[in-house]
């Protein structure tokens, strides 16, 4: 490797020393390393509850828990796993660590302001484990909230519906970040045309972020007012309107989905070009893909609510609108496989975590379709089809594409490479026991097992015991994962700037990156960011 195997970058690199160095920096990538550390840890912890949910149903009764724990236990799974894992794991964590490397700057628009919403972070996730081992228990909801359940169960709604609002406003403040920082911070050569889509899908996803995020806030500030004072804003007894929360919780939820799933497709169109040795085909198709996702995502909320009832008009407008987002997304979708086309393709574990992204999301998508259109949607709605669809998008897309970026951009801001075979074990156990668990799952949602219910007939018994034991090799792949990336962190081989041959910005700086990134000369951006012509993969 070139640099000195005794640099260590912006690891060491602080005023102050100590924790000290790390809970009051105002660095990019220490907030993001710190946003990476809380979200793999409450990964970690949503996953567990997945697995209790999954043992509970490998046979009809009770098995582990009953169904009050049930209710409390798939609830906390929801919230942690959508409010502290999937919405910020790529923009937050990834976001802070490689956007201003990736446009020039040597840092974000607001520095403080960035550690303000990790510390809204922290306090969101400490909110939220309150809400579940004080005053009346967890609560057991749904991570939907919705009412009149909401409003009229016992449990510790309040908190962590409190929770929820602080890690909403967590996100508010990085959208804005990333959005100034976009606008105000390239470097000079650096215009619209040469950003990498990681940026774009960045950028997209900041205006979603600042624009309905509010809107969560607001309906959750409502049921806490509805709780305590009991002012019927949701009580049809008191002149209220229930269907009114479901109205404003989707106008932010459903955006909330493309807050996920369009960072994740930016990771993708950083990991397919570097390892397939070609400019990502179709630029600006993709990069405008991702604002047409963010602007027509937007308006497609009253799809979750056909069976809540509306007009015929209604449902025909809603289901067409839902049926427009899939244009941007199968452009994306083509323009990777185009991308791999006579491609010399490298099967590294990020390509590998890429490629599933691809497959798993195409899945997904299709099974959205099916839930766009009314008629199919009506025998589909609350059966675990809508679980497992939701989960092909949600884990085998953002999931997999936040691995994708564990492998991918970790040497970088680590100096030390991992195990290449024992991540390609790990990826094949993720990937088989992915699918067997959520493909099962809409398999019997399909048969019309109703999703949130702790018990079933015996009917559906043989496909959640499949399911159940694809959890098992999930659970086995992620566990070999993590542990082989922790070891590549503390004690793999050090790799050089560029261990993969890349070509934007971030691999042209030592690994692990200096403090302000660039040393004392800003750079001058004269290329695209796919233009692979003179770069070779360093050594490791």
């Known amino acids: 490797m070139s640099e000195s195997t005794s640099y260590t970058g912006f690891w060491q690199e602080s005023p102050r020393p100590g924790i000290l160095g790390w809970l009051l920096s105002t660095d990019h990538k220490r907030i993001g390393i710190m946003y990476l550390i809380c979200i793999t840890t409450m990964f970690v912890v949503g996953a567990c509850l997945g697995l209790a949910i999954r043992l509970e149903l490998i046979a009809p009764g009770p098995t582990i828990m009953g169904p009050q724990t049930y209710n409390a236990t798939f609830t906390v799974h929801g919230i942690i796993m959508i409010f502290m894992f999937i919405i910020p794991s790529v923009p937050a964590a990834f976001g802070n660590l490689v956007l201003p490397i990736h446009i020039g700057a040597r840092d974000v628009s ?6 303000l919403s990790w510390y809204c972070y922290v306090t969101g996730a400490v ?4 809400a579940i081992f004080s005053g009346s228990g967890a609560p057991d909801t749904g991570w939907t909230f919705y009412v009149p359940f909401s409003t009229q169960t016992t449990t510790n709604v309040n908190l962590a519906a409190l929770a929820a609002f602080m890690l909403g406003f967590s996100s508010i403040l990085t959208g804005i970040n990333f959005v100034t920082t976009i606008h105000r911070l390239r470097a000079e050569g650096m215009t619209w045309g040469r950003l990498p889509l990681f940026v774009w899908t960045l950028y997209a996803t900041a205006w979603i972020q600042v624009l309905a995020t509010p809107m969560l806030g607001i309906t959750l500030l409502l049921v806490i007012l ?11 007894a008191r002149g209220g309107d229930p269907i009114l929360f479901q109205h404003l919780f989707w106008i932010y939820s459903h955006p909330a989905v493309y807050i996920m799933i369009l960072p994740g497709m930016g990771v993708i169109s950083e990991v397919i070009p ?6 990502l085909f179709g ?4 990069a405008l893909s991702s604002l047409a996702i963010a602007f027509a995502g937007s308006l497609v909320w009253a799809h979750h609510m056909y069976a809540s009832g509306m007009s015929d008009l209604a449902i025909l407008i809603f289901s067409f609108l839902t049926f427009i987002v899939a244009i941007p997304s199968a452009i994306k979708v083509f323009n990777w496989v185009t991308t791999l086309y006579k491609g010399s393709i490298q099967m590294a574990p990020p390509m590998l975590y890429a490629l599933s992204f691809i497959f798993n999301f195409s899945i997904g998508g299709l099974g959205g379709l099916a839930l766009g259109a009314a008629a199919s949607d009506i ?8 679980v497992g669809h939701f989960h092909y998008t949600m884990f085998g897309g953002l999931g997999f594409a936040f691995f994708a970026a564990l492998h991918y951009w970790l040497p970088k801001f680590t100096g030390r490479m991992y195990q290449h075979k024992p991540a390609m074990l790990a990826w094949g156990l993720i990937f088989i026991g992915f699918n067997i668990t959520y493909m099962t799952m809409q398999a019997v949602g399909i048969q019309g097992m109703p999703r949130r219910y702790y018990d079933y007939i015996p009917e ?8 159940t034991f694809g959890s098992w090799l999930l659970a086995a792949g992620l566990l070999m994962m993590f542990v082989n990336l922790w070891f590549g962190c503390r004690a793999g081989e050090r790799v050089g700037k560029n261990p993969w041959g890349a070509a934007t910005l971030e691999w042209q ?8 990134n660039f040393g004392e000369e800003d750079p001058v951006v004269t290329q695209g960011p796919y233009d692979f012509k003179g770069v070779v993969a360093d050594e490791y």
Do not use: C
């Open 127 to 130: 909110l939220a484990l309150f």
């Open 274 to 279: 570097t390892f397939a040795r070609k400019p």
């Open 110 to 115: 607001f520095p403080k302001v960035n550690l």
């Open 226 to 236: 509805e709780r305590t004072f009991g002012a019927g804003l949701f009580d049809a």
């Open 509 to 516: 700086i030592p690994s692990p990156p200096p403090l302000e």
């Open 379 to 386: 025998h589909l709605h609350d059966t675990t089809f809508v």
């Open 283 to 286: 630029y600006w198709a993709m």
């Open 460 to 467: 559906f018994t043989t496909l959640n015991q499949v399911s």
